[in-house]
Nanobody
């Protein structure tokens, strides 16, 4: 599975962005989809994960209620809708395919990252 994230950009605090994760190959629907982020000087951290079918999701406490993860397996695409953005959400965001997990090391396939900057 090859993944490509897009949709990042600069937004003011309180604004919204939607990240997309386009997958190539037919294996996309075989894996859970995770989203992670990495701020400058910090470790990569878990944001959200969605099951293969899209029926169950789980979020980091820091984004719960503001971010929504979804997927369209027919289009081989995943999404991360980010609302009520805060400056502390500034990071490079990565999508990944693999088993259901909060641990980055468990994922085998990664996108190249989409940069999100939230200004105060």
């Amino acid at each position: 599975v090859q993944l490509q994230a897009s949709g990042g950009g600069l937004v003011q605090a309180g604004g919204s962005l939607r990240l997309s994760c386009a997958a190539s190959g037919r294996a996309f629907s075989r894996y859970a989809m995770g989203w992670f982020r990495q701020a400058p000087g910090k470790d990569r951290e878990f944001v959200a994960v969605l099951t293969r079918s899209g029926g169950t999701s789980y979020y980091a406490d820091s984004v719960k209620g503001r971010f929504t993860v979804s997927r369209d397996n027919a289009q081989n695409t995943g999404y991360l809708q980010m609302n009520s953005l805060k400056p502390e959400d500034t990071a490079v965001y990565y999508c990944a395919s693999g088993p259901w997990s909060e641990v980055p090391g468990r994922y085998e396939y990664w996108g190249q990252g989409a940069e999100v900057t939230v200004s105060s």
